[in-house]
């Protein structure tokens, strides 16, 4: 029974990943935020019992560090990991900010840089010993936004980037130790993630001297929200993606999500810069 550890699996893709990969006979090591949140996930009858829920806000050095500690108790309890490793890590917690990069605050811009992309490097290098004995198998939970950059998510989008980054390299640095690594790059998906974007984008405020140039973007972003939220992808449907990467007899470097994700891939290959920007102005009413 192979064993995955999942972050962000208290709601949304983390979530749908947990259950499905149990159901699929995994050993799943879900990390949630608040205890309340694993136990109602524990309690799914798609967790079949082999949800084991964490505590792992994965900021907190000290909570890495006991969840590795966690991984290596698992590995080693029998019937649990034949390779007494961990087989897989499924980085996908994560938050978003957004609005004009000329208002987003220094402080919010390093919270999502330390949740997006320094507490996925701190969780994997916790894990690496772990999967190098597994041979086991890294999956970054992406986005479009890596590849194409959207106006007023320029924070989400520049970590997301990062993130692409950081797994282009690690598939190459861990090549001789056996440990493959993937991205699943997702449109637009059907998740709270969305609603808490909505609110945050209504709480924008406009100084004065600025209407002239953003008076527009909150109701502008608040209806680009909803119409995303609207035809996103069934989280369920990025977990069967994960599923399968982590299934293949060899991963694919890179997993695309939805239909929307794929037509603005095209779009940004296809189309000069300067068109996609008025593309991208038009959509947005800006």
């Avoid at 220094?106 to 290098?125: G, H, P, Y």
Wanted: hydrophobic share 50%; aromatic share 4%.
């Amino acid at each position: 029974m192979p064993l995955a550890l999942v972050t962000g699996a208290s709601t949304g893709i983390g979530r749908a990943s947990a259950l499905r990969l149990a159901a699929s006979g995994w050993t799943v090591l879900a990390g949630v935020r608040e205890p309340a949140a694993g136990e109602r996930l524990a309690a799914e009858p798609a967790a079949a019992g082999r949800v084991l829920p964490l505590v792992l806000e994965v900021t907190d050095a000290d909570q890495i560090a006991q969840a590795a500690a966690r991984v290596e108790q698992e590995s080693a309890r029998a019937g649990v990991s034949p390779s007494g490793g961990l087989d897989a890590l499924v980085n996908n917690a994560g938050i978003g900010v957004g609005g004009p990069l000329e208002l987003i605050s220094s402080e919010d811009m390093r919270r999502q840089f330390d949740v997006n992309v320094l507490a996925q490097v701190a969780v994997t290098q916790a894990m690496l010993p772990a999967l190098r004995r597994a041979r086991g198998r890294i999956v970054f939970v992406s986005s479009v936004g890596g590849r194409v950059a959207m106006a007023f998510t320029a924070p989400y989008a520049a970590s997301k980037h990062a993130i692409e980054a950081l797994a282009d390299a690690l598939r190459v640095e861990l090549h001789i130790s056996g440990v493959q690594v993937a991205l699943v790059e997702p449109g637009s998906v059907a998740t709270p993630i969305w609603e808490k974007a909505r609110a945050e984008a209504e709480s924008v405020s406009i100084p004065a001297e600025l209407q002239p140039y953003y008076g527009k973007v909150p109701e502008a972003m608040g209806k680009v929200l909803e119409s995303t939220a609207r035809r996103g992808v069934p989280a369920e449907q990025v977990a069967q993606t994960i599923e399968t990467a982590l299934s293949a007899p060899r991963m694919k470097a890179r997993y695309v999500v939805g239909r929307d994700a794929r037509v603005m891939l095209a779009a940004k290959r296809l189309l000069p810069d300067h068109l996609f920007d008025a593309l991208a102005r038009r959509v947005l009413g800006v």
